[in-house]
């Protein structure tokens, strides 16, 4: 799995909270591991990790390793930045992902690419570490 460093120059991302449903997710990024929170009773995956299924309120859930592929459902390229802890990044790229486990994830695609991603194009995850030794789920291309 590939580490992407932060760029020079810009500033620390704000370390996201963590919420006790979403503490197993977080804990698996300390080691480059994506999760997704699974609901065993209707089969389907869910993101961002919560206390009860959205599907049918199940609240027995899980947490089951993700391939980290997935394809672009659609992308966003900034030229100034939408956040100010983006400043100095920019043009970046916005994207939900489609994983391969059925959920939708809100993200970033990084890479020397990452400005020509566009809907339909298979990524992979990437890790853009945290100050407090947890990782940032990112996405690359896919090369063909």
């Keep these: 799995m590939t580490v992407v460093p932060r760029p020079d120059g810009t500033r620390e991302r704000v370390s996201p909270p963590i919420s ?9 990024t300390r080691e480059r591991t994506l999760l997704v929170q699974w609901c065993p009773a209707c089969d389907r995956g869910i993101h961002f990790p919560r206390a009860a299924c959205p599907t049918c309120l199940g609240d027995v859930l899980e947490h ?4 980290g592929e997935g394809v672009v459902y659609a992308c966003s390229t900034m030229a100034s930045p939408g956040n100010p802890t983006m400043s100095g990044r920019e043009p970046y790229v916005v994207a939900l992902v489609d ?12 890479g020397e690419d ?7 194009d298979p990524v992979r995850v990437a890790w853009e570490p945290l100050e407090d030794a947890r990782h940032l789920p990112v ?4 090369k063909a």
């Design 99 to 110: 994983l391969d486990e059925g959920i939708r994830m809100l993200t970033n695609i990084v």
């Design 64 to 67: 089951r390793p993700s391939t």
């Design 139 to 142: 996405f690359v291309r896919i």
């Design 114 to 120: 990452a400005a020509a991603v566009a809907p339909g």
């Design 20 to 28: 006790t449903e979403a503490e197993p997710f977080w804990d698996a």
